[in-house]
């Protein structure tokens, strides 16, 4: 009798996020950082491209995204949702010093 034994390998199971980062009018974010964790590790980085676009491993549903950039507020989103990540012009705060 034979027997065909199969195994998965970690880089076989994993998966791929990819999608682009765009600001609030819907033109594409170079140079946005991208990171994934899972709970309280980071398990990926990248940095989007020219057009806003990355590709990124994940591969549970329990991971999340987080796209930072200077200048915009960060957005943490769902692995599962990051497709398309739209980053908000950071609001400018108030600091004044007086001589």
Known sequence: MAMLVLGITASAAAQTTSGVVVDQTGLPLPGVQIEVTRGTDAVASTVSGADGTFSIPTDAESDTVTATLDGFEPAKLPASRAAR??????????STTEI
């Open 85 to 94: 990540i739209v980053l908000e012009v950071a609001h400018a705060t108030e």
